[in-house]
């Protein structure tokens, strides 16, 4: 749930003009032979320290996280994203389970054992079914910034594509076995949370604070470690976070939103240094566009949260490409990205395959196929992510 605010997984503020970047990835742990969840996550953290890997517990004990160490390039973050995954599964497989990527599990039970931590145990006992039913799976993005004073106002320009960033990392339509119609059930379900979804539009720093506060004061929150809004200024650490995306199938999908996340703060940073004030779009606006982007996926409808046109989320993440050019530019990513998109645009996102081979195989081999994706097994180059169904 990113409650930890781990310095392993946050990105300070490089010296040169590209903000520094970090990921967070969540993980499901399953059973080889029922390919229902495990919940042996503490001890699969275990023996990832003797790998050499933090693996951090999640708020279910069938979940853990990896956090990226900070990195200034997009290259040797997808390198240190390969590698965590592949030692994360090497401690699961060394523990019986299996590491699995996607945004909701795919089978088990409808509510699951909470992990033995004080934090997660309070969590439990005040939240009840709502922490119960809570094994989701995210990618959060941190991206350095000045201070939270930059950081509160980034995160006002940036709010208004999630939806976009939503729309692309969908990867949790099947959830228990069934096709759920909407291409992130993760963020469905990640709503019910009292302070979750697009974050208000805040004026100052004092305006986040005072807003933070109130929501502790009247016990909807723990404390401001749990503001799980969408984008968020972190808790301690000069970065801001993009919380808006589903866990990705590949390593590679996940490196293509940080190179997004990162380019829409820049992008941010940019505005912010001309004095260009941010588009204060309503709360309401942002909600639709999210819910919309969560039901439609990357094959479907969006809204433009701007103008509030029906439009294809094809056409957003076009604008969005647009909007990002000249920060894409400046790190050589432009070409690479443009290429990624028009690909998803075809062969869609993780949802989309979770459609396509459920329709074809059982609940089993689907399950089998997502670990496998996960952490291909495939030689280094190998494009496995976007094969054609029937040959994954």
């Not at 004080?118 to 350095?144: K, N, T, W």
């Amino acid at each position: 749930m990113g409650a930890t605010c781990s310095t392993e997984s946050t990105a300070g503020r490089h010296e040169s003009t590209t903000p520094t970047v970090g990921v967070e990835e969540e993980f499901i742990l399953v059973d080889p032979t029922s390919w229902l969840p495990s919940t042996d996550n503490a001890a699969v953290a275990e023996t990832a320290s003797t790998l050499g890997l933090d693996l951090q517990l999640e708020l279910s004990r069938c979940q853990v996280e990896t956090n990226s160490p900070v990195c200034h390039g997009i290259d040797e973050l997808r390198t240190h994203l390969t590698d965590m995954r592949r030692l994360a599964a090497k401690a699961a497989e060394l523990n019986g389970c299996r590491l699995l990527a996607v945004g909701a599990p795919l089978s088990g039970p409808s509510r699951f054992e909470i992990s033995d931590s004080p934090r997660y145990r309070r969590m439990g006992e005040r939240f009840g079914a709502l922490a119960a039913e809570q094994s989701i799976c995210g990618c959060h993005i941190h991206v350095g910034v000045a201070d939270q004073v930059q950081a509160v106002q980034v995160c006002n320009h940036v709010r208004i594509w999630l939806p976009a960033l939503l729309a692309l990392s969908a990867n949790s339509r099947v959830h228990q076995g069934v096709d759920t119609d909407f291409a992130s059930w993760r963020a469905i379900q990640w709503s019910r949370w009292p302070v979750a979804g697009p974050p208000p539009y805040f004026e100052t720093t004092g305006d986040f604070d005072t807003a933070v506060a109130k929501m502790v004061d009247c016990g909807v929150m723990l404390d401001k470690r749990m503001a799980y809004w969408d984008i968020r200024p972190s808790c301690h650490l000069p970065t801001v976070e993009i919380r808006v995306c589903d866990v990705q199938p590949t390593a590679e999908d996940a490196a293509l939103l940080a190179t997004l996340g990162r380019a829409l703060v820049a992008t941010a940073l940019r505005a912010i240094d001309r004095g260009i004030e941010a588009p204060n779009i309503s709360l309401e606006s942002l909600r639709l566009a999210t819910w919309v982007s969560a039901k439609e996926g990357v094959l479907g409808a969006s809204i433009d949260p701007i103008t509030s046109q029906r439009i294809s989320a094809t056409e957003l993440l076009h604008r969005l490409l647009i909007h990002v050019r000249d920060s894409l530019d400046e790190g050589g990513e432009y070409s690479s990205v443009e290429s990624a998109l028009q690909l998803k645009s075809v062969t869609g996102n993780g949802s989309d395959w979770q459609q396509r081979t459920l329709r074809q195989v059982c609940l089993r081999e689907l399950i089998a196929r997502a670990v496998q994706r996960t952490v291909p097994t495939a030689p280094t180059g190998t494009d496995t992510h976007d094969e054609p169904t029937t040959d994954q």
